[in-house]
């Protein structure tokens, strides 16, 4: 009987243990592109069948002129987040759901209108999505995502003069990684 369930035990054990298949991959996400060239990755790595630990950043340094009347806008950010995805059939295909922390350090404004708001957030989100294979070692990633958490903020006038409208902090919601990505499997 000690050794039926010593057995089982084991092989329960070597089960949960992941194979030695693809475990990682590397993509970034088109759309963020389209947000005035905002530079992004995301790294995998699968922990089980069902569970990978997902690391990524993102960073736009740009400032456009509209004319030369001192009219700018930008959406400079650097964010850096940690989570992990959970994938009801297997990893890196298929259904997912995610859950992230998130610190985003952004200053915006000019686009739509001159006020400009520059400030950190730190907080947690929920994403969702899809990974169709194209082949062994390419995936394209669809999804979407909110995030909330906390905003210390400044917000100015507009985004040249400097000029302190407001400050404080406040908490947000916000819609998150709207994605369309390319991903490479290792």
């Known amino acids: 009987m000690k050794k039926m369930l010593s057995l089982a035990a084991g092989l329960l054990l070597l089960s949960a243990l992941p194979s030695f298949a693809q475990k990682a991959s590397v993509s970034t996400n088109l759309l963020d592109y389209a947000c005035l060239g905002t530079f992004n990755i995301e790294a995998s790595y699968t922990l089980s069948r ?3 630990l997902t690391a990524g950043a993102k960073y736009n340094p740009f400032t ?5 009347r001192d009219r700018q806008f930008q ?3 650097q964010s850096y987040s940690l989570g ?3 994938w009801p059939w297997h990893s890196l295909s298929g259904w997912w759901f995610a859950g992230k922390l998130r610190y985003q ?9 001159r006020d400009t708001y520059e400030g950190d957030r730190a907080g947690a989100g929920l994403y969702a999505g899809y990974t169709y294979m194209l082949s062994r070692h390419f995936n394209v990633e669809f999804g979407v995502g909110l995030w909330g958490g906390h905003d210390w903020y400044r917000k100015y006038s507009c985004p040249v003069c400097g000029l302190t409208v407001k400050d404080g902090r406040r ?5 998150d990684d709207i994605m369309i990505s390319v991903a490479y499997v290792f």
């Open 50 to 52: 069902h569970w990978s």
């Open 64 to 68: 456009f002129r509209k004319d030369d």
């Open 105 to 113: 350090e952004y200053n915006h404004g000019g686009l739509l209108s």
């Open 171 to 175: 908490w947000f919601i916000l819609p």
């Open 75 to 77: 959406y400079r950010q």
């Open 84 to 86: 992990v995805r959970m």
